[in-house]
């Protein structure tokens, strides 16, 4: 059975959550709602990956309609993201 669209919209929900939770804790703050979600489904995405590639284990998941979402990496990855996202868009103090 597929994906609902009240499932859809709980993840993305949650998404939007460590997405803005993300970034936060790297101290940046120019995301809207949407830029939000992207961030907390990239981070998922990148933190998972890490995780795996050093053989961490899969820290609080939530289960939404047989798809997982990995809450503590997400958070995390869209820390990471959202922190090189800022030194990378970051402005020259003078005007260039």
Excluded: K
């Excluded at 795996?52 to 869209?78: A, C, K, M, R, T």
Aim: aromatic share 14%; hydrophobic share 55%; with cysteine.
């Amino acid at each position: 059975m597929g994906m609902t669209l009240t499932g859809a919209l709980i993840l993305f929900a949650i998404a939007g959550i460590c997405g803005s939770l993300g970034s936060a804790l790297a101290g940046y703050s120019h995301l809207g709602c949407l830029s939000s979600i992207a961030l907390g489904f990239v981070g998922a995405w990148l933190g998972m990956w890490f995780a795996h590639q050093v053989h961490l284990p899969d820290l609080y998941v939530l289960h939404v309609q047989n798809e997982s979402f990995p809450i503590v990496w997400s958070v995390l990855g869209s820390a990471i993201f959202a922190y090189v996202m800022s030194i990378l868009t970051r402005r020259s103090p003078y005007g260039f």
